[in-house]
C-alpha cells in the first residue's frame, strides 16, 4: 500500500497523493471544456478512488492543486511496464507544467519503482498533448485504431501510443 505522506518533488512542482479534498477542484477542472475534451468527467462518485489498479497523484504548484496525473502498473515481470495518464487545470496551461509533471513520475517510475518502460495514449488529435509528451522523449509507436469513444461525437477515436525507455530519459 501507498505511503499517504509520500512526495515526488520537481522542480516547480510536487506530486503528492489524491485526497478527498482535492476531489472538487479536480472535477472543476474535468468540467473544462478544453481539459474534459480529453478526459471525460467521471460519472462514478467515488473517482479518483473507484479503481484500486490505478495510483493517482495531485499535481500542487505553490500549494495549489493543479491537475493530477496517475499510473497503472503492469506486474507480469515478462510485459513490466507502466502507464501514465496527466491533466492539469486551465489556470495551469502554457508554464510547462506537464512536461515537468510528466517527466517527474516518470523518473519516479523508472528510479522507484523500477520499470524500464512508460508508455502513455493520447488521443491523435490531442497534438498538444503529444508535443508534451515528445518533448520529454516518448517515441510514437503506432496507432490505436478505434480505441476509445470520443467525448464530442459518441463514436470511437484513434490514440497514438508512445513509449520511453529508461536509458532514453
Same mark, same amino acid.
Given at each position: ?8 518533488? =520537481?522542480?516547480?512542482?510536487?506530486? *503528492? ?5 482535492? %476531489?472538487? !477542484? /479536480?472535477?472543476? &477542472? +474535468?468540467? $473544462? ?55 492539469? =487545470?486551465?489556470?495551469?496551461?502554457? *508554464? ?5 509533471? %510528466?517527466? !517527474? /513520475?516518470?523518473? &519516479? +517510475?523508472? $528510479? ?58
Amino acid at each position: 500500500m501507498r505511503n499517504e505522506n509520500e512526495r515526488i518533488e =520537481g522542480e516547480r512542482l510536487r506530486l *503528492r497523493p489524491v485526497v478527498a479534498d482535492d %476531489v472538487p !477542484t /479536480l472535477r472543476d &477542472y +474535468l468540467r $473544462d471544456p478544453g481539459v474534459g475534451r480529453w478526459w471525460p468527467l467521471p460519472e462514478d462518485e467515488r473517482w479518483p478512488f473507484d479503481d484500486d489498479a490505478v495510483t493517482p497523484w495531485t499535481i500542487e504548484v505553490d500549494g495549489q492543486v493543479a491537475g493530477m496525473i496517475q499510473y497503472l502498473e503492469e506486474a507480469d515481470p515478462d510485459y513490466r511496464h507502466a502507464s501514465i495518464d496527466v491533466f492539469l =487545470g486551465p489556470p495551469f496551461h502554457g *508554464r510547462g507544467l506537464g512536461p515537468e509533471a %510528466v517527466a !517527474t /513520475l516518470v523518473r &519516479y +517510475l523508472i $528510479d522507484v519503482r523500477g520499470h524500464h518502460r512508460i508508455t502513455i495514449d493520447p488521443a491523435l488529435e490531442n497534438e498538444r498533448a503529444i508535443a508534451t509528451y515528445e518533448k520529454i522523449g516518448f517515441r510514437r509507436v503506432g496507432v490505436l485504431r478505434q480505441y476509445e469513444r470520443d467525448v464530442l461525437t459518441g463514436g470511437w477515436h484513434d490514440n497514438l501510443l508512445l513509449d520511453l525507455l529508461a536509458d532514453e530519459l
